[in-house]
């Protein structure tokens, strides 16, 4: 998922972010659910934004759904851009463009 910084906020780019399905698989669903449910802004058609104090859940999150093996990496990774620096806590759920 392609992902940016701006003022310690993250930001998920809306063409990259899961979608809900009604009657869709329950692991995608879910995964949507969870997602929205950290992000502290999601409206439709928007980059989703998640604050730094829920940046630990959300890699917790990632990881976890990533070792489901239900989600391929382009569904689960951080994508910067190769100028941004990874912070710490995302590292492991991240790379560069």
Do not use: H
Not at 61 to 79: H, K, N, Q, R, V
Request: include cysteine; aromatic fraction near 14%.
């Amino acid at each position: 998922m392609k992902v940016y910084l701006k003022d310690e906020i993250l930001y998920i780019s809306q063409e990259d972010l899961p979608s809900y399905k009604k009657g869709g698989s329950i692991v995608r669903n879910s995964y949507f659910w969870a997602l929205k449910s950290i992000s502290c802004y999601s409206r439709k058609g928007k980059d989703w934004e998640f604050d730094e104090v829920v940046w630990v859940a959300l890699s917790r999150m990632l990881l976890s759904f990533a070792e489901s093996g239900y989600l391929g990496d382009s569904e689960t990774m951080l994508e910067f851009d190769v100028d941004t620096p990874i912070p710490s806590v995302l590292r492991s759920v991240s790379t560069w463009l």
